[in-house]
């Protein structure tokens, strides 16, 4: 560590931190860690700190996810991968792992890839950030919107109605904002501003009677959009307003800028066999067939789905109650096969997920100095989290691009105010 002499001491550079979410409070502590003559306050406009962490994985926190090779965790990002890939080198999975580690905060790992505190609460993950907090002295400041923000004699000014902040180094960690015009505070900074648009939401289908059948859930779903590559697998759940679960969040997140072009009415397809192609189903056909052949085709199914999915699905086709497997007309088989691997539906809308709200768009990472944080237009500003044009699908993932820009900020602003 560098050498501070007494009068630098008592001139401590003041790193002031906007937004008291995860990578807010990431860049905060670690910077106050790393520099301990570093005076650090954090500043968060409502009452709250940390309330994605608190909400996020049902309460229990999707800290991140196991997923530890660079070029496969980039791809989880629909926006921002580039970028990534090189500040992943600096921290990544396995540094948030230990990071939580060393803090007595063990990580599990689930059959999906998501990992979370062995504790099964976010409140042990707020509890550590504010334990680093408190123990090395980080100021909170709840309360406290920033209504104008200003540089000064080379010192950052923010201001709101009631008294001024000054700062050496700035962090803005807001998170993100669903409206371009709640940008407008930081058009100090002459960044160029991604318009943002959701991510992250569930499909509407009113007036389908498919929501008849809400709570039923499938394991492996295949989700695609017409007329676009856009495709996406995994667990799924029919709602009373629609569909949701992985395989839709994942997909939302995927094509967030593209139907948000189409005013959220689109088609999708959806294959409930997963990964059994339409092609490969013809070809099971006829052995699917015979070994059923004396039971009703309504009474149980070969293919593992819901029962009550099943019969929907079959009465849908207008195939009667009595019918056997070896009774099913060509047109009938032609109709079953097209449903199960390629069923056709209109959305006309979105839901937000539950209170995980995630937007598409923010400051250009191009703007941005991926080694440091640092901004390249603003000397000493430096940005973390979601207020970057970067988002993960579900998962842990936009999480752990809140640790990894939150620290990759610390440490930069650290060394930084090391040199004053």
Not at 14 to 19: S, T
Not at 86 to 103: G, L, P, S, V, Y
Not at 315 to 332: A, C, F, R, Y
Request: a positive charge; hydrophobic letters at 40%.
């Amino acid at each position: 560590m560098h050498a501070i002499n007494a009068s630098k001491q008592l001139q401590k550079p003041h790193l002031v931190v906007v937004g008291g979410g995860a990578a807010g409070f990431f860049c905060a502590v670690n910077a106050a860690r790393l520099n301990p003559y570093l005076k650090v306050t954090i500043v968060e406009k409502s009452s709250k700190l940390l309330s994605k962490v608190k909400i996020s994985g049902g309460g229990r926190c999707n800290v991140t996810h196991a997923c530890f090779d660079i070029v496969d965790l980039v791809k989880k990002y629909p926006r921002g991968e580039r970028f990534l890939k090189k500040a992943f080198h600096w921290f990544n999975t396995q540094h948030t792992i230990d990071w939580f580690n060393e803090r007595g905060v063990e990580l599990k790992t689930e059959a999906d890839g998501r990992m979370f505190p062995t504790t099964d609460s976010s409140q042990t993950i707020i509890n550590c950030l504010l334990s680093e907090a408190d123990k090395y002295k980080v100021n909170v400041v709840t309360n406290y919107n920033v209504e104008t923000i200003q540089r000064l004699n080379n010192k950052w000014q923010l201001i709101n109605k009631d008294n001024t902040l000054e700062a050496d180094f700035l962090c803005v960690a807001s998170g993100g904002f669903p409206k371009l015009e709640q940008f407008n505070w930081l058009q100090f900074s002459n960044h160029t501003i991604i318009a943002p648009v959701p991510s992250l939401f569930t499909f509407n289908v009113p007036n389908n009677t498919i929501t008849q059948l809400m709570g039923i859930s499938f394991s492996n779903v295949q989700v695609k959009i017409v007329g676009s590559k856009l495709l996406s697998s995994g667990p799924f759940l029919i709602t009373h307003w629609g569909f949701s679960g992985p395989a839709v969040l994942r997909l939302s997140a995927l094509a967030a800028r593209e139907l948000a072009e189409k005013a959220y009415q689109f088609t999708i397809l959806i294959n409930w066999l997963g990964d059994v192609s339409e092609q490969l189903l013809r070809e099971q056909w006829t052995g699917i067939r015979m070994e059923w052949k004396s039971q009703k085709i309504h009474g149980k199914n070969p293919f593992g789905l819901p029962q009550r999915f099943w019969q929907y699905l079959v009465h849908l086709i207008g195939i009667p109650e009595q019918l056997n497997w070896s009774d099913i007309t060509n047109q009938q088989q032609n109709k079953l096969i097209t449903m199960l691997t390629a069923y056709s539906c209109s959305v006309s809308g979105k839901t937000t997920f539950k209170e995980e709200f995630v937007t598409a768009g923010g400051i250009d990472v191009q703007e941005i100095d991926v080694n440091t944080m640092e901004s390249k237009k603003q000397q000493d500003l430096f940005f973390a989290g979601e207020i970057l044009n970067i988002d993960g699908i579900t998962g842990g993932f936009n999480f752990q691009n809140a640790w990894t820009t939150g620290f990759i900020s610390a440490k930069s602003i650290a060394t930084k105010s090391l040199e004053m």
